[in-house]
């Protein structure tokens, strides 16, 4: 079974069916696919192309160009300003994130009950954890995958006596080609487009892409179905008003994301009596740690994100894998010209890690103009700190394992060349203008909880104002869960859509 | 090249980016190659169609480093673009340090389009010993990137 590539339709249709839902990613999917294995008659809208394997071109820009919102530049404003990439492509960030696959920890469900109407507990998620991991094989990346600048990083941290394992990725006979953010093109990345999407497909889904959504339809103060118009063509920007697509539908689930759904409701003035659409948002968000050492180590090669330092993980501090191709690093070294270019020869002696904190800071999505949404955001004191905290130890850990000096994301102390340097920068004034910061796991903007005045989701994924009407994606989760969030998306999905198949038999 | 939406990235706007790029990557040193020997219209071309912010966001950069920042780091009141690279050199190092946020930002969201076309370049990538087919790993070649897909 095949996704229909709306872009090419010729006129303006009426499409029926029970369920439709607005977009592919880790919320969309695997609900979808819940919904049509359970004999719904299910519609998939994704505004974005379908890539199969065999067309990730492997190339930076390429890839980054099409398949990434705003081709990677999506970014919150605020102090400092931060890079927040985002999918748009079938299976959406799925297709273009590390795979790693990780449960919140129970100290983060604990604090979700204690601070908000957030109801569910990991015994609660589990079942629905299992089946995502099952169905995308979640495994620990092997030692020998492990690409070496994690290698490196482990060494440091074991010599610091630092806790840590190896990451749960969801892959299938992974080679190790370490282009996993720019499309695997091995398909061993177990993304949406590789597990739950094909198997809707074959369950009966029908799947649009090149098709944006841009109203609910409401009658009588409940959902019936939404409107979306194609692009003007595969990949483009513009949609084709000339043609309009009015899908009936008895249920509307929008799972566009932390940044998208928000939007589309502030816009389309929906479901927002709570006040709520489009606040909290957290993004968890990240910073580089990058180590030159004496020696080749090819950092590209093997997986990126392999590895997982998770000493401070309560304070809310954790070190994870990353690396890049050179046209995705050049420009976050902290050089210019001859200097920078003596640098990037020494493209392979550079090994790369994260520090990611789970923030206390929270911004905001408002309706923004131009056809975009405004993404607000300013680092607070706390995360700063925390920063600081995540930096000096990164640092000592990389110094430790034989760097000879560690790129840090921190203006004026760009380079740290001593485990002194590195101690030093723990008493450091540090302002959040001084940090280089991106943010991979926007959630919040829709919590869900059963509080109706201060949450705009029911714990069962209907909006709290207009019946019929869903969302299943990250905006759901109360805060930061501290780890990448797919694999929490994905079971929140899975229960809602048990729910709504509860309910259908 | 032109872009998605007609719109080819010149004129005036691609003199001041053509001269940026030539001090943040100038000819000779580590790396045999420099900006002119990449399609830095074609990129910036491309780089303008993904979104209107993007394209308000370079033009504004090179628009700041072009009539102020001479004027404003290297008290030299002028056309960036028409300065000698030596004082080019000055007023981009001067954003780099710049404990101005904004000016820092200015020139990365420039350097970013110009690195990016510069390592995006296989002859370039390949002569620092890097490959996007990595050893090993059999990945079917395709000669281009995205597909359509087919109507049922």
Redesign the interface.
Known sequence: MRTIDATEFTSSTKLDCEIVVVGSGAGGAPLAWSLAKAGWDVILIEEGSHFRTNDFSRRVWESTRTMYRDAGGTVSLGVPAIPIPLGRTWGGTTTINSGTCLRVPEFMFDKWNRDTSFQLGLQDLLPYYQMAEEIQNVEPVSDTLMGEGNRLFRAGAEKLGLRGKPLDRNTRDCKGSGLCAFGCPTGAKQAMGQTFLPQALEAGLRGYTGLRAVDVQVRGGRATGLVAHPLRQAGDLRINRSIKVKIQAKKVVLAMGSIYTPWFLLRNQLANASGEVGRNLSIHPAAKLLGVFNHDLFGWQGVPQAYLVDEFHEEGIVFEGAFIPPAALAFALPALGQELKSMMQDYNKIAGFGVMVSDSTRGKISAGFGGRPMITYNLNKEDTLRFRKGVAIGAQVYLEAGAREVISPIFGRERIRSTDEAKDILSMKLRPADLELIAFHPVGTCRMGSDRYRDVVRPDGRTWDIPGLYISDGSLLPGSPSVNPQLTIMALALRIADGLNAKRN | MTS??GTIFGGRKLVVLAATAE????E????PYDSTDIDLQG?AT??IA?????RF?LVAALFVIEWLMPLLLARRPGRFSRLPADIR?EV??AM?HSKV?LL??LL?LV??V???????DTR??EY???S?????????D?P?????????
Do not use: C, K
Not at chain 2, 50 to 54: D, L, R
Not at chain 2, 132 to 140: A, D, E, M, Q, Y
Not at chain 2, 146 to 151: F, S
């Open positions: 998605d939406s001090i943040l990557i100038p000779g040193g580590a790396i990129f491309q780089f993904t979104g209107w912010q993007n966001g050199r981009l190092q780099h946020y820092r930002g990365l350097n970013t110009v690195q990016m076309a510069f390592y995006s370039i990538s620092i010993g890097y996007n087919h990595n050893p090993g790993v059999n990945i079917v395709q281009q990137g995205a597909t359509r897909v087919e109507q049922p």
